[in-house]
Nanobody, 114 residues
Framework: QVQLVESGGGLVQPGGSLRLSCAASQNIFSINRMAWYRQAPGKQRELVAL???????NYADSVKGRFAISRDNAENTMYLQMNSLKPEDTAVYYC????????WGQGTQVTVSS
């Protein structure tokens, strides 16, 4: 079983940037798929970005060109660099890893507001 802990959320003005981190309790080198999801109030949880063991990435259309997902296997950490943030990016962001079962972090709040 893996523990995932997100950090890096906060309040930022529109157009600003944040970098989220997801620290894993075990080596992530062998994890085939890690991802970031988000859930805004009153909405369903949605996939934001994913990264495979081989480094292949995929993004939701709404964040393409603004967000970048990456993983540092040596640090057992996954990142989400978020640039040009918009109010509609406001949500709780969750880290996810699939190792047979699906594991989730507790989430970190991102609020984009002036």
């Amino acid at each position: 079983q893996v523990q995932l802990v997100e950090s890096g959320g906060g309040l930022v003005q529109p157009g600003g940037s944040l970098r989220l981190s997801c620290a894993a309790s075990q080596n992530i080198f062998s994890i085939n798929r890690m991802a970031w999801y988000r859930q805004a109030p009153g909405k369903q949880r949605e996939l934001v970005a994913l990264i495979t063991r081989g480094g292949t990435t995929n993004y939701a259309d709404s964040v393409k060109g603004r967000f970048a997902i990456s993983r540092d296997n040596a640090e057992n950490t996954m990142y989400l660099q978020m640039n040009s943030l918009k109010p509609e990016d406001t949500a709780v962001y969750y880290c996810n890893a699939i190792i047979g079962n699906s594991y989730w972090g507790q989430g970190t709040q991102v609020t984009v507001s002036s």
